[in-house]
């Protein structure tokens, strides 16, 4: 019966026309923008690798070089008269998005699909920065990895965690923008801006009003020359001294990581050789020289003992570090804080391609996109069972995933669990 009543909500809702839910909760009567619609048409057999042009590029000599590549592959069929199109708008080649993103409080907001990422703290991004301010991000798969998600999630109700071995050439790519105003920083300023329901306001005109900002733009590509899982994880950041046709590509490559680094630490003596970290961009040259007497300081560059990581990213972890922990069921994605440099060093291994973090648990091959959404899902038939295993059709006019996930009061401060999860005791 518990199938059964997840099947019910996941086919009667008129929110979403595919399988899967768009987003949790249904825009404002009176609204007239665009709204987000999840591209989940995945690839049922293994689309062919096509010739990748960064294959040919060394990301240890050439790390630049092999950044700029994978962002033309990315963006290819995006941009258009100044604006970054939906993927369902792609002409080039097909993007898709991941399942189950859009569930509670974090879930993806109704106009772009944004999930809420960790907040930037005061110091992280400038010494012009005294507040904290939200980010919130959109994820993509390009065809191999879709293939995969569509694999693991062929079941809508039981998604199956073995099938999670994603191909070489999967790539992902992740747009994150801020809530902070340009004038935090002579980099950011000029950086395009989307509308985002980051309150979940009943009010059209405020949510129309309400702009973020591309700060950060993430890829991850399966590469068999990484020392680590298989993944090549990078990051770019806008920058407005790189010239661009439009703002879109004025991204600076700041870090590619091809490996963990396995035994640096703070206080071992030695530095990652498995990062590269470009000691130009603005946001290095400021944690790395920070004003005497600012306060709080920034944290130091950029992950955990000098790996690579992002601007938004918790300083204590690293991309490979914190996406290693991809496996079901879930586990801590960063270490507790009070352990020692050698224990902590669990969650900076060169895993093997296949290799699950804990040894009694299922891989989910980097994909913190398939970890969420699977414990979004678990969470959601948890909270159906609390209803007594049955599901009770709410009073409002639009039944369906919307009503049944939990209501976020306006006001509501909203925990963080992206990239900012809990450390365990
Ligand atoms: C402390 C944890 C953490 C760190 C550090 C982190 N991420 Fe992630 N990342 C997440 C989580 C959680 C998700 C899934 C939810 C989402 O998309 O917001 C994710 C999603 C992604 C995705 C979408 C694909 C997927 O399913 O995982 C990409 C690509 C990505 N991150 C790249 C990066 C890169 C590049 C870095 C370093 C610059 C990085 N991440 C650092 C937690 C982290």
């Given amino acids: 019966m518990k199938t059964y009543t997840v099947l ?23 609204w007239n923008g665009k709204q987000f619609v999840l ?37 290819e069929g995006f941009l258009k008269e100044g604006e970054f199109l939906q993927p369902q708008e792609n002409k080039k080649r097909p993007w898709y998005h991941a399942p189950w993103l859009h569930y509670g409080s974090n879930g993806r907001e109704f106009v772009n699909g944004l999930t809420n990422e960790r907040s930037s703290r005061p110091s992280e991004l400038s010494e012009g920065q005294t507040e904290s301010y939200r980010n919130v991000a959109v994820g993509l798969y390009n065809d191999r990895g879709a293939f995969t998600i569509g694999q693991v999630w062929k079941n809508p109700t039981a998604p199956n965690a073995a099938a999670a071995k994603f191909p070489e050439g999967t790539v992902s790519f992740k747009l994150l923008f801020t809530a902070a105003p340009e004038t935090i920083a002579p980099w950011l300023a000029g950086s395009p801006t989307w509308t985002a329901d980051l309150d979940r306001s009943n009010n059209s005109a405020k949510i129309a009003a309400t702009k973020v900002r591309l700060l950060q733009v993430d890829v991850a590509v399966k590469d068999q020359r990484s020392s680590c899982g298989g993944w ?5 950041h806008y920058d407005n001294s790189i010239l661009g046709d439009s703002p879109w590509q004025k991204l600076r490559p700041l870090t590619v990581l091809w490996g963990n680094d396995p035994t640096v630490t703070p206080s071992s003596g030695t530095k990652p050789v498995e990062s590269w970290v470009d000691a130009e961009s603005p946001i290095v040259k400021f944690r790395a020289n920070p004003p005497a007497g600012l306060t709080p300081p920034p944290p130091p560059v950029l992950g955990w003992a000098g790996r690579g990581n992002g601007p938004v990213d918790n300083p ?10 991809a496996q079901n069921p879930g586990t801590p994605m960063i270490p507790p804080s009070s352990v020692s440099e050698q224990t902590r060093l669990r969650w900076f291994r060169n895993l093997k391609p296949g290799q699950p973090f804990n040894s009694n648990a299922t891989t989910l091959d980097f994909s913190l996109q398939l970890a969420v959404g699977i414990n979004n899902l678990g969470d959601f038939k ?9 599901f009770v059709k709410p009073k409002a006019a639009t039944p369906g995933p919307a009503a049944a996930a939990p209501a976020l009061a306006p006001d509501a401060k909203k925990p963080e669990y992206s990239r900012d999860p809990k450390p365990v005791q």
């Fill in 232 to 236: 090549v994880f990078g990051t770019f």
């Fill in 382 to 390: 948890k909270f159906t069972q609390n209803l007594g295993g049955v």
């Fill in 8 to 30: 019910a909500l996941l086919f009667a809702s008129p929110v979403f026309a595919g399988v899967f839910p768009d987003v949790g909760y249904a825009a404002p009567q009176n």
């Fill in 316 to 325: 204590i972890s690293s991309c490979l570090s914190c996406h290693s922990t």
């Fill in 39 to 75: 591209s989940q048409d995945y690839p049922q057999a293994e689309p062919p690798a096509e010739s990748y042009p960064w294959t040919s590029i060394d990301f240890k000599t050439q790390p630049k070089e092999y950044l700029n590549s994978i962002i033309r592959y990315c963006f």
